[in-house]
């Protein structure tokens, strides 16, 4: 491959930064999914799930990066396919909670409060909006989609978190049993933008 110094630099910490998303979203994940079922808060098992997927686009963007440092040339075929798959998975995150939100809301279901739910969520509105601002500048810089895909779902990351904090926090203070509910339409709408986004390649906002 004939890159630059630059070019590789940029790849290098777009590699770094799909790493720590990896690692901080497993853990993020797991917590979120276990507190969500423990306390039967569909939101909160969302935003897990939402942790999940963000892992599957990070890794879809490390292995083309890895793979493009070790002398690979850029497949834009691939990246058509990553992008799409990204946005299969926003999509499936959507029809999920509203699925969700709409049983609870009909079956009447009350949810507990989580101050576990309420600590990570309140942690990740903190990491996730530097950590996207982080790969959108790269993201540019490197002239990648696939990049730009992978900064964007943490962006939803970052709006799940306040979306989710918000709802969980409500509830604990007023019992709003129907917090919770809308709390899940709003990431799923949030979600289906981005899934759009990512099929149609238009991932590239303004971020500086």
């Known amino acids: 491959m004939t890159s630059t110094t630059?070019?590789?630099?940029?790849?290098?910490?777009?590699?770094?930064?799909?790493?720590?998303?990896?690692?901080?979203?497993?853990?993020?994940?797991?917590?979120?999914?276990?507190?969500?079922?423990v306390a039967g808060a569909v939101?909160?098992?969302?935003?897990?799930?939402?942790?999940?997927?963000?892992?599957a686009a990070a890794t879809v963007v490390l292995v083309r990066l890895t793979a493009e440092l070790r002398g690979g040339e850029p497949d834009e075929g691939?990246?058509?396919?990553?992008?799409?798959?990204?946005?299969?998975t926003?999509?499936?995150?959507a029809g999920y909670l509203v699925f969700e939100g709409v049983r609870s809301l009909v079956l009447g279901e009350t949810p507990?409060?989580?101050?576990?739910?309420?600590a990570l969520t309140g942690a990740s509105i903190v990491i996730m909006p530097?950590?996207?601002?982080?790969?959108?500048?790269?993201?540019?810089?490197?002239?990648?989609?696939l990049v730009l895909a992978d900064a964007a779902e943490t962006r939803l990351c970052a709006w799940l978190s306040v979306s989710t904090f918000a709802g969980l926090v409500l509830y604990a203070l007023v019992g709003w049993t129907w917090l919770d509910?809308?709390?899940?339409?709003?990431?799923?709408?949030?979600?289906?933008?981005?899934?759009?986004?990512?099929?149609?390649?238009?991932?590239?906002?303004?971020?500086?």
């Open 112 to 118: 507990d409060t989580s101050p576990v739910g309420i």
């Open 130 to 145: 530097v950590l996207a601002w982080f790969k959108f500048r790269v993201g540019r810089a490197m002239g990648s989609k």
């Open 43 to 55: 939101s909160l098992i969302g935003f897990g799930i939402d942790s999940g997927i963000e892992v």
């Open 78 to 88: 691939k990246e058509k396919v990553a992008l799409r798959f990204i946005a299969v």
């Open 181 to 208: 509910a809308v709390a899940g339409f709003v990431i799923a709408i949030f979600a289906a933008m981005e899934g759009r986004e990512a099929w149609e390649g238009e991932l590239v906002h303004e971020h500086d």
């Open 6 to 37: 630059p070019s590789r630099s940029l790849a290098r910490r777009a590699v770094g930064l799909a790493w720590f998303t990896i690692s901080y979203n497993l853990i993020e994940g797991v917590i979120a999914i276990a507190a969500g079922v």
């Open 90 to 93: 926003f999509f499936l995150l």
